[in-house]
């Protein structure tokens, strides 16, 4: 009996020394999980433990997913269709690919009125929009709008249906002229023109909530004049027979300000702003829009470009028709001017603007805290 007993215990022993090989079913069922303390332990003991030798892609490889994703900070950008969001489409373009600095949220907007609120609420960081509108906001929320640079020139068009004839501004009077952009740059730059003839009174101005409204009233005949912007005027001319482009705004507006005294003011129409928070907050993320933006504004002018540059402004629906864009694009006068170079350009406009209705500019021009320094 005793040898017996011995011989078992003797077996218990061995068994015990080799261990017995758990189900695969019953793996983690009732211990804790892995922390990833004790993963990451794992995952370099079994890097430690393969094989030296490796080939010099799998070792980039390797490194790569070793290294922490970069932090990219979140910038909500409104953008307005047209030519002031036209600058933006390479950089959207990057920001898809996860290739931008930043990490953009955009959202694309057909009138001005909608994107001040939402820059007020904070509910945006960076917008583009109306020169003039820049100066509003800055007053109206006690200088929490800063400028960030100028995105657009003049690119306002006066465009004649069949029967009409306008070869000057004087032939104008007592016409009535369709036109968006009522209370933004699109309404002052216009009465300026018609004030400088003192034809202010002698022509019926109705304003349209949209571009699209005015090519809708130039489509159905009820319209007969209206003035509208690149790339809108393209879309019209394509879509309706027998439009004419009469005047171009922008040497009306020179003429004017000649007439006036005040040559050599150029009619800068578009920007891209900041709320000053954001811009306290996240001063490299700024630094690096800047950076990023006017690279997108380069590419989006050169004309090696075109193709690409016009169908990206389909894809991201700021012009819907890539061949309007490409034929757009050339006439849209997109820039990039930003710092004490955009300070200088602007603030005779400004003063122009406030010289003929205070209320252009939000009751007062904006002082030197409201442009934004590089």
């Known amino acids: 009996m005793k040898k017996i007993i011995s011989l078992l215990l003797t077996l218990c022993l061995l068994l015990s020394a080799c261990g017995t090989k758990v189900p695969e079913s019953e793996k983690n069922t009732t211990s804790a999980p892995e922390t990833a303390a004790s993963q990451s332990a794992a995952s370099t003991a079994e890097s430690s433990s393969a094989p030296a030798e490796t080939t010099g892609e799998e070792t980039s490889a ?23 969001g036209m600058g933006a489409a390479k950089l959207l373009s990057e ?38 509108l820049a100066a509003v906001l800055y007053q109206k929320t006690n200088g929490a ?62 304003y349209e909530a949209e571009h699209d409204a005015v090519i809708a009233a130039l489509a159905s005949g009820k319209a007969k004049i209206a003035v509208l912007p690149e790339p809108k005027v393209t879309a019209a001319l394509n879509k309706i027979q027998g439009l004419t482009p009469a005047l171009d705004l922008t040497q009306e507006w020179n003429k004017a300000v000649e007439k006036r005294g005040q040559a050599g003011c150029t009619l800068s129409m578009g920007c891209v702003v900041v709320r000053n928070a954001f811009a306290e907050e996240h001063p490299e993320a700024v630094t690096a829009f800047l950076k990023e933006y006017e690279a997108s504004i380069t590419y989006m002018n050169d004309p090696a470009n075109a193709d690409e540059a016009a169908a990206l402004c389909e894809h991201f629906s700021i012009i819907p028709n890539a061949a309007v864009a490409k034929k757009a694009l050339p006439g849209s006068q997109l820039c990039f001017v930003a710092g004490e170079d955009m300070k200088t350009q602007i603030a005779p406009f400004y003063q122009i603007l406030f010289d003929y209705n205070p209320a252009a500019v939000g009751g007062k021009l904006p002082d030197d805290a409201f442009y934004f320094a590089k």
């Open 95 to 132: 920001n898809e690919a996860s290739a931008s600095l930043n990490a953009y949220a955009c959202t694309l907007f057909n009138a001005p009125t909608d994107v001040a609120p939402k820059l007020i609420s904070g509910e945006l960081d960076i917008a583009a929009v109306p020169t003039n």
């Open 145 to 206: 709008v800063k400028l960030l640079a100028l995105n657009t020139l003049g690119v306002l068009y006066l465009l004649t249906a069949d029967g009409e004839s306008v070869t000057s501004v004087e032939d104008l009077k007592g016409k009535t002229v369709y036109s968006s952009g009522q209370g933004a740059v699109p309404e002052y730059v216009l009465n300026y023109i018609l004030d400088a003839y003192d034809l202010k009174d002698e022509v019926n101005v109705v």
């Open 62 to 84: 390797s490194a790569a997913e070793s290294l922490p994703p970069a932090e990219k900070t979140q910038v909500n950008f409104g953008l307005l269709a047209g030519p002031t």
